[in-house]
């Protein structure tokens, strides 16, 4: 059974960090690329970030280049967003989703399974 569980949202300043991290099972993270996606309230969902598992590596939303790194542990089964610089307009959930694709992208419609997102709130 694939399953995603989003963790390490939480409330933070303007100019903080958070990294979140997705715990993944039910499939081989070395063989499917793996996406971050945001939606706030009253918006559509964002695409952030996704890493391929081939030479394509990552993608960076253009709204959050520079401030925010994904990345992937394989021994612990989980991808990370380092989330740096972080603003008012970073507020939202935050979600991680498979793509049972070797090459990442920002389509939120081309993911396969998804987690149930964790809250970041950056407010002073």
């Known amino acids: 059974q694939v399953r995603l569980v989003e963790s390490g949202g939480g409330l933070v300043q303007p100019g903080g960090s958070l990294r979140l991290s997705c715990a993944t099972s039910?499939?081989?993270?070395?063989?499917?690329?793996v996406g971050w996606f945001r939606q706030a309230p009253g918006k559509e969902p964002e695409g952030v970030s996704c890493?391929?598992?081939?030479?394509?590596?990552?993608e960076y939303a253009d709204s959050v280049k520079g401030r925010f790194t994904v990345s992937r542990d394989t021994d612990k089964i989980t991808v990370y967003l380092q989330m740096n610089s972080l603003k008012p307009e970073d507020t939202a959930t935050y979600y991680c989703a498979v793509r049972f694709r070797t090459t990442c992208n920002l389509e939120a419609k081309d993911y396969n399974y998804w987690g149930r997102g964790t809250q970041v709130t950056v407010s002073s």
């Open positions: 890493l391929s598992t081939n030479e394509r590596g990552s």
């Open positions: 039910g499939f081989n993270l070395d063989s499917y690329s």
